[in-house]
C-alpha cells in the first residue's frame, strides 16, 4: 500500500522541501520505492534542488499533451519526481475525464510505490488548506522561529475545525540540537493536545547546518553531498521513525481531484476555492478562512506565549528538583 504524505509548514522557509527531498533519498536508501511530487505549485523547486530540468509537469498531463509516464523524472537517487504546475489559463476548462484518466494513471504507476511525498507551499498562505484535507498523512515542519510555531499551530487548528481524520506529525527544522528539537515539539504537543485534543507525532529533528545551504547551492541533495555529516544522520533518523510509523490508507482519487482542484485554483480562484472546501466547512470561502485564519494566529500567538512560559517555568522546576535545588 501507498502511503500518502504531504509536507507542510504554517510559515514558509522552514526547509520542507529540502526534507522531502532527504527523507525521500534516506527512504530509498532503506530499499523503500519513492516518488516524490512536487505541489509547491507557486514556486516549485525540488528540479532546482536536484540539479535538473524537467522538460514537462502535470499540466501537459492534465492539458492532454503528455502522459503521466512522460513526465515522470527518473532521478540518480533511486527517488522518482513528478513535476507539479503552477497552473495556467487554459486549465480552467479540463474535462472530468481527463482528470479521471490522470487519477488512473496515477494509480497504475503508484502501484508498485511505498511512499508517496508531497512537498507542498506553506499552508496558511495559500489554498494548500482545502488539499491537505484529502490527504491521510501531513507532515509539518517547525523552526524555533515564534511565528513558525504560532503558524503551525494555526495551520493543525485549522484542519482540526475543518474534520481532519489523518495523522500529523511533526519535525522541529534547523534546531541546534536534538533537545531544541524536541523542545519545540512539545511546545506544540501541549497546545494542541490542551486546546484541540489533538495528538501530533514527533518525527525527529533537522539541525541547522550549513553543509544544507552548501548542498543546495551545488544542487545535490544533502544526504549524497554529505553523507557523513550531522544533517543527514538527522534524515535518516527520520527516515527510519517514518518506517516505524503505522500506515494510514489514502483514498487516491479524494487526493488527485484536489490536487487537480489545487492546480486549477490558479486560473480560476473564487470559484475553486469555494468548491474544494465544500464538504468541509459548509458556507466558508477560502477569504473567510484566511481572515480566521489570522485572527486564530494572533490570538493562539498570546495563548502560546503565556503556555510554553508556564511549561518552560516547569520545565525549570523539575530540573531544579531533580539537582536538589527547592524552587
Ligand atoms: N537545516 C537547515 N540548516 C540550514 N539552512 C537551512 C536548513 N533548512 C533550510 N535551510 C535554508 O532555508 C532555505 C529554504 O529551504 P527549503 O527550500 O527546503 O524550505 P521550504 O520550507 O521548502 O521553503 P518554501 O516555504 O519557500 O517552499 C534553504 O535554501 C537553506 O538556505
Ligand atoms: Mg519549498
Redesign the pocket.
Known amino acids: 500500500m501507498t502511503r500518502v504524505i504531504a509536507v507542510t509548514?504554517g510559515?514558509?522557509?522552514?526547509?520542507?522541501?529540502?526534507?522531502v527531498l532527504n527523507v525521500g533519498i534516506s527512504l530509498a536508501m532503506m530499499e523503500s520505492s519513492v516518488m516524490i511530487l512536487d505541489a509547491?505549485l507557486g514556486?516549485a523547486?525540488l528540479d532546482v534542488?536536484l540539479g535538473i530540468r524537467p522538460s514537462m509537469n502535470l499540466e501537459d498531463v492534465l492539458l492532454g499533451r503528455a502522459q503521466l509516464r512522460d513526465i515522470i523524472v527518473k532521478t540518480d537517487y533511486h527517488v522518482n519526481l513528478i513535476p507539479g504546475s503552477s497552473g495556467t489559463q487554459d486549465m480552467a476548462d479540463i474535462d472530468r475525464d481527463r482528470i479521471a484518466a490522470l487519477i488512473g494513471a496515477v494509480k497504475d504507476s503508484c502501484r508498485e510505490t511505498d511512499f508517496l511525498l508531497v512537498?507542498t507551499?506553506?499552508g496558511i498562505s495559500s489554498g494548500v488548506v482545502a488539499f491537505l484535507l484529502a490527504v491521510p498523512e501531513v507532515i509539518v515542519?517547525v523552526s524555533p522561529e515564534p511565528t513558525s510555531l504560532t503558524d503551525a499551530y494555526a495551520l493543525i487548528k485549522v484542519l482540526k475545525r475543518n474534520g481532519y481524520q489523518g495523522r500529523i506529525s511533526m519535525f522541529a527544522?534547523?534546531v541546534k540540537n536534538s533537545s531544541a528539537g524536541h523542545g519545540l515539539f512539545k511546545k506544540i504537543s501541549s497546545a494542541t493536545q490542551r486546546f484541540l485534543d489533538i495528538q501530533v507525532e514527533y518525527l525527529g529533528s533537522?539541525?541547522?547546518?550549513?553543509k544544507?545551504?552548501r548542498a543546495?547551492s551545488d544542487q545535490v541533495p544533502a544526504i549524497v553531498r554529505f553523507p557523513t555529516s550531522d544533517?543527514s544522520r538527522c534524515y535518516r533518523v527520520i527516515a527510519l521513525t517514518m518506517l516505524g510509523q503505522k500506515s494510514v490508507s489514502a483514498d487516491f482519487e479524494k487526493f488527485w481531484s484536489r490536487l487537480v482542484s489545487m492546480i486549477m485554483k490558479g486560473a480560476k480562484p473564487k470559484a475553486v476555492r469555494a468548491e474544494a472546501l465544500k464538504g468541509e466547512a459548509p458556507g466558508a470561502s477560502m477569504e473567510q478562512i484566511f481572515h480566521e485564519i489570522l485572527d486564530e494566529q494572533r490570538r493562539t500567538r498570546l495563548l502560546l506565549e503565556r503556555l510554553v512560559t508556564r511549561i518552560e517555568r516547569q520545565d525549570l522546576t523539575e530540573n531544579l528538583g531533580k539537582k536538589g535545588y527547592s524552587a
Open positions: 509548514s510559515k514558509g522557509g522552514v526547509g520542507k522541501s529540502n526534507f509547491d514556486l523547486n534542488l512537498d507551499a506553506a515542519g527544522s534547523m533537522v539541525y541547522s547546518d550549513e544544507l545551504t543546495v544533517i
